[in-house]
Every structure is written in C-alpha cells, then in structure tokens.
C-alpha cells in the first residue's frame, strides 16, 4: 500500500473523530500545540442564537420584516393605508414590498421614490383585498325567494294580509 494512501485515511478518519467528540478535538488541539482553537466555526444550532418568540433568526442576506399588513389596511380604507405607508422610510416601504410578494417583474426594489412603492404596495394590496368578492354574497343582501310562485303568493295578498 502507498504512504500517501494510508496517511489521507488516516487523517479522515482523526478528522472525523474530531468533528464528532469535542473532547477528542481539544485533545487534539492540545497535542499539536495550534492556535486553531479560535478560528473554528461554532456548531449551528449554537451560531442562530436564542429564537425570539418562536421567530426563526433571517439570514443576512435576507430583508428586515414588514411593520404592517397592507392588506389588512386597505381593509381599514385606502386612504388611512396611504397615511400608515407615507410615515415609513423607503428601506421600510420595500421590506413590506418583499415580505408580501409585491414585486413579481422585480422591478419595485430598484424604484428610489417612496411614492412609486406605496403606490405599488396600495395597489396590490386593494387587488388582494376584494380578490373573491365576485364569488362571495354581500352580507346586507337579504335571502332571495326560493321560486317565483313564492313571489306571486306574496304580492296576492294585501298589507292588511287579505287577498287582492
């Protein structure tokens, strides 16, 4: 067998026993007298941090969470959403524009005017909002008759409640 071969399966395997006993690792550490102690990364579930409330930690690259729910306030009224979105920053305007998955043509992150974004943000917002009420039946609509012999039953009969 070739030392070369032998020494690299050798060092798989120290290398492995390292990776899986912390004991094994700092023994290590100790014997060969390195600094490399520092340098190492921390396991994972000890580099996320604590959890805030059941939240997962973003990673850098992701954006900060949106300060409010445009949709929920174009619900309140168009214009009170206006006014909510107006108080925020351009950054703010565009973490809500990428939580809420407002920018399908990823056109609106690139966009430098606050009065793009909102108008962008009230206007989808004001489409998912009503998005079903074709469908759905107005709550101040009363129940229609069953059938038209219903109706004709009704008119017949006076106020009073006696036949025409």
Not at 72 to 95: C, F, H, I, M, N
Not at 113 to 137: C, F, L, Q, W, Y
Request: zero cysteines; proline letters at 7%.
């Amino acid at each position: 067998m070739n030392l070369r071969n032998t020494l690299t399966r050798l060092m798989k395997v120290v290398i492995e026993e390292a990776e899986r006993n912390p004991d094994f690792e700092a023994t290590l550490i100790d014997a060969l007298g390195s600094s490399t102690q520092g340098k190492r990364k921390a396991p994972k579930e000890d580099s996320l941090g604590p959890v805030d409330e059941g939240e997962l930690k973003r990673g850098k690259n992701r954006r900060a969470s949106a300060l409010l729910d445009p949709v929920q306030g174009v619900r309140d009224g168009e214009p009170a959403l206006r006014s909510a979105l107006e108080k925020l920053s351009l950054e703010q305007l565009r973490d809500i524009v990428a939580e809420y998955g407002m920018d399908p043509g990823r056109l609106v992150m690139k966009w430098n005017t606050p009065e793009r974004v909102i108008d962008r943000i009230v206007e989808m917002s004001v489409a998912r909002a009503h998005k079903g009420n074709a469908i759905r039946k107005p709550a101040d609509e009363s129940a229609p008759p069953a059938n038209a012999a219903d109706e004709r039953q009704a008119s017949e009969f006076r106020s009073d409640g006696s036949p025409s």
